[in-house]
């Protein structure tokens, strides 16, 4: 592993596999899709590639191999049964082997690697692979090639049934994508209409890739501006797999008089939209100048007058044959005939062999950084951010020496504070990974649970581009795969329980991310059989936890599936149900500042719901004082603070004290007893009292006072000799002292 | 190098480092009426008694707090407390010897520090039986230079995280 080269192909490789594995899982759904196998084949072809640079030859031998079946499939010659994703799935097994050996992590699994090599023969020697798939299989492609040059084949039906011809044996021209060029110049008068360019472009957006250039000549200078006018049009491509009709079902509310709305396909979308766009408009000019030729004429009648469904019904009707002799005839006729068969074909998915467009490349440049340094930049920023602070207290103190230098100090520290607050921001940018990519190893998780289980769940995941910081991201997959396996385990019944209960017999478990004031929500969802919290109860009250009167409440029932040891599962199965689980969860997520929660409809299913801040590097604190010390309380856990009359106070036999506001009893913890410090204020009717909360526990905290608030750099504690009980970390105050910023749920408990 | 003239004796001691490298290089600190040395390799840097210690609840008395050191915070452990020695007041020439190990950071107040010395293997003796203040647990052995005896620390034992834990549990009950 010193080699250079050795490392970056390790790296790579990595990226590859990952990419490989939802390639194949997605495969296996839709194994009809050519894209993906053109993925999976140029993935494997990487490795390959990459593997005979490095030496590796037994890795390029193996990879060559599986290349080779890929080859067959993406020429259509055999089809991707599921039986063929699961070796496809067992070699990304054997090659992470080899690669585990090349980390020098692991040995290399050779009973894998030889059992996946001879599994490839049974395809790679009988055209008609083992077992029921074989069938199947030969159903398939039987008719596929009698019908090769079939009767009408309703493009619809593509899916459903097998009997299109073999060189639209993908799916691909169904779905894939297409591509359309926009050119969006909205009336002038848009805005006082009370509409906005935003909805539509925001729209787009929501449909698929939208690439936009505003346009800004027609822009006029600011003292002639007309605030209320849209004086901005943009131009751009859009890559989508809505067809044309849809895409004018969107468009035409933005259609008008003055208004030049407008789109046209694009076989291959080009690189640069922005200047094609120009083009394009001309372009369009030239079409509508020129009426010549019948096709022109009827395309143009369509797309103006003719309702939508009815043009594509007459497209459908058409045999592909005519049609492709069609195209063929008039490609040989002017280049503009040849734009408009274009316009007419692309609406009615033109099923010939080469898809009508390549996934589109976007080349953002990028360049692969250590975490390593990322984490020592953004230590310099945080020391910065100190600095600053401390410069800001000094221009204070030069400002009552020299009034005129102070005054120049203060500005400059002020200027400088905007850049360093801009440097902050921009370096937790960099930071941010989207949680999707923990989400997305989840279905092979989910599917070989499932297949081994003899359960049907389906991994649904939403707002996996919703992005987190690197470290809270990685430090999130092990509680996500806890929790994923409880709901497969504990929550997703067998097939036959859902059917009797009147559910589809295939689970569903949702994987939900989104952001909501500064947190990130994940979403844990399940349609299994619930939680039963009498169950819980009982099970709390065994256990000697709770005693049976003890009145609570559903949410307050679930949260007990956090205490240690807690289980209601009647077996112990290989994934979960020791109950050594949910504890560590919420620990884990309590690390993380976050917080956890249950609920659950019995029957219905569970939902478990993290909460978590965006970043661990920075939070918005506030700064109190006991004694001579300065502690600092995230922001997000205080509720308010308040003096209490002393008849607010009061005592408990053996239970402590509590303060009531506004009717709740809420505990007091005097702080300077807990951190056993001499404070100035010892009862709570001369001090200050934080009402502080955790998920749904609320603690008073007896303090002298508060002293500031502000973004606060977290230092943790864990990269010195000593954890500190009740403490979460640390912080630098404007002054260079340290801070112990507390830790909320221990000072619950 | 060039400009420095160096004694006889200090290109005797390089000569040496030089030539055996089986040995190690120590920093050498004074605590009490000894003198004790340090793995050169340990430590990240020196520097003089810092302002505004901030205290650390429910510690150990010989943990006198955390300070900042240009963005990192670093807990000071006063040697002296730790071996159960008479405290001495701190004051500006206090030193603290910032050690590293396993990536983490400590500061440890001793009296004074004496100097970089290079000894080798041959002279330290590995041995814990002693007659020295200090508890001999973190004792590693004694090196022999020309004209004293250097007592040689172990300083991962020191700050091993057991150490911590055990002193925590007691503290904490």
Request: hydrophobic share 35%.
């Amino acid at each position: 592993m010193e080699s250079p080269v050795l490392k970056e192909f390790v790296e790579e490789v990595d990226e590859i596999l990952q990419d490989l594995e939802q390639g194949i899982l997605q495969l296996e759904g839709q194994p009809k899709k050519k894209s993906l196998v053109d993925r999976i084949f140029r993935n494997m072809h990487t490795i390959k590639g990459g593997a005979g640079m490095v030496m590796q030859t037994e890795l390029a031998d193996y990879a060559h191999k599986f290349e080779n079946l890929l080859d067959r499939v993406r020429s259509g010659e055999i089809i991707c049964t599921p039986e063929m994703a699961t070796l496809l799935l067992d070699a990304l097994d054997g090659l992470n082997s080899f690669m585990d050996r090349i980390r020098g992590t692991g040995d290399l699994n050779q009973e894998l690697i030889d059992r996946t090599l001879k599994q490839i023969g049974v395809f790679e020697s009988d055209e008609t692979p083992a077992a029921g798939a074989s069938d199947q299989q030969k159903s398939e492609q039987k008719p596929q090639q009698d019908q090769a040059s079939a009767e009408d084949s309703v493009q619809d039906q593509e899916t459903a049934a097998p009997k299109s011809e073999e060189q639209s044996a993908w799916d691909d021209e169904e779905e894939d994508e297409k591509g359309y060029l926009l050119n969006l110049k909205f009336s002038s008068e848009m805005l006082r209409n009370g509409s906005d360019p935003l909805l539509l472009i925001n729209e787009l957006n929501e449909i698929g890739d939208l690439t936009l250039f505003p346009h800004l000549n027609t822009v006029p200078e600011l003292k002639s501006l007309e605030p209320e006018e849209l004086h901005l049009w943009w131009s751009g491509k859009l890559v989508t797999g809505k067809s044309a009709e849809e895409l004018e079902n969107i468009l035409v509310f933005y259609q008008g008089d003055n208004a030049d709305v407008n789109y046209e396909p694009v076989e291959a979308p080009p690189e640069d939209p922005g200047l094609a766009s120009t083009g394009l408009v001309s372009r369009q000019q030239a079409t509508h100048s020129s009426a010549d030729g019948p096709t022109e004429k009827q395309i143009k009648t369509e797309d103006g007058t003719e309702p939508f469904e009815e043009k594509a019904l007459e497209k459908t009707e058409e045999k592909p044959q005519a049609e492709q002799a069609k195209a063929s005839e008039e490609i040989n006729k002017t280049g503009e005939m040849k734009k408009t068969v274009e316009q007419s074909e692309i609406p009615a998915k033109s099923p010939s062999k080469t898809p009508q467009n390549e996934p589109v490349f976007q080349t953002v440049q990028s360049i692969r950084v250590a975490v390593e340094k990322l984490d020592k930049l953004q230590n310099l920023v945080g020391e910065t951010v100190i600095n600053q602070s401390r410069l800001h207290q000094l221009s204070g103190q030069i400002m009552s020496v020299d009034e005129s230098l102070g005054e120049m100090l203060s500005q400059f520290v002020e200027d400088n504070e905007k850049s360093v607050r801009e440097l902050q921001d921009q370096i937790l940018q960099v930071r941010m990974i989207p949680v999707g990519s923990i989400f997305t190893p989840m279905r092979r998780t989910v599917r070989d649970f499932a297949n081994r289980n003899k359960k049907k769940i389906n991994l649904e995941i939403e707002g996996g581009e919703t992005e987190l910081d690197k470290t809270v991201t990685e430090q999130l997959h092990g509680p996500l795969v806890h929790l994923v396996r409880n709901s497969m385990d504990h929550g997703i019944e067998d097939p036959e329980t859902r059917k009797k209960n009147g559910k589809d017999s295939t689970g569903t478990i949702l994987l939900k991310a989104s952001q909501q004031e500064g947190y990130v929500i994940v979403e844990i969802e399940d349609d299994g059989g619930g939680i039963d919290p009498k169950a819980v109860f009982d099970s709390a009250v065994s256990k000697e936890l709770i005693s049976p009167s003890d009145e609570l409440t559903e949410l307050e029932i679930y949260q007990m599936l956090f205490l240690p040891g807690f289980t209601t599962a009647t077996e112990v199965s290989d994934v979960s149900g020791r109950g050594v689980g949910m504890d560590s969860v919420k620990r884990d997520i309590e690390a993380l500042l976050g917080t956890i929660e249950i609920s659950s409809t019995l029957g219905k299913g569970t939902n478990v719901k993290l909460k978590l801040p965006l970043t661990l590097a920075i939070i918005e604190g506030m700064m109190i004082e006991v004694g001579s010390q300065v502690f600092t309380v995230p922001l997000l856990s205080v509720n308010e603070a308040i003096r209490p009359l002393p008849k607010q106070v009061k005592k408990l036999k053996r239970k402590g004290e509590l303060v009531e506001i506004r009717g709740e009893f809420i505990p007091l913890l005097r702080l300077h007893e807990r951190l056993s410090l001499k404070p100035r204020f010892e009862e709570p009717t001369e001090g200050l009292v934080l009402v502080v909360q955790h998920a749904n526990r609320k603690q008073c905290l007896l303090v002298d006072e508060i002293v500031d608030q502000r973004p606060v750099v977290i230092k943790s504690l864990e990269d010195n000799f000593i954890q500190i009980p009740g403490i979460a970390g640390a912080t630098i105050l404007g002054d260079g002292r340290v801070s112990f910023i507390l830790d909320v749920p221990s000072l619950l408990n | 190098m060039g400009s420095v003239n160096l004694s006889d004796e200090e290109m005797e001691e390089m000569n040496l480092e030089l030539t055996h490298n089986e040995g190690a290089q120590l920093i050498t600190f004074i605590l009490g009426e000894e003198k004790y040395g340090l793995d050169i390799l340990a430590v990240r840097e020196l520097i003089s008694y810092p302002e505004g210690l901030t205290q650390i609840p429910g510690m150990p008395d010989f943990i006198v707090g955390m300070f900042n050191l240009r963005g990192l915070v670093i807990p000071v452990m006063d040697l002296r407390k730790k071996f159960g020695m008479a405290s001495e007041e701190l004051h500006e020439y206090s030193v603290i010897i910032i050690v590293q190990v396993e990536e983490k950071n400590i500061g440890l107040i001793v009296d004074s520090v004496a100097d970089v010395i290079f000894v080798k293997e041959e002279d330290i003796q590995e041995t814990t039986e002693m007659a020295v203040q200090v508890d001999t647990k973190f004792i590693k052995g004694v090196a022999k230079t020309k004209d004293e005896m250097v007592i040689l620390m172990d300083i991962d034992h020191l700050l091993s995280k057991s150490q911590f834990e055990s002193l925590m549990d007691t503290e904490n009950g």
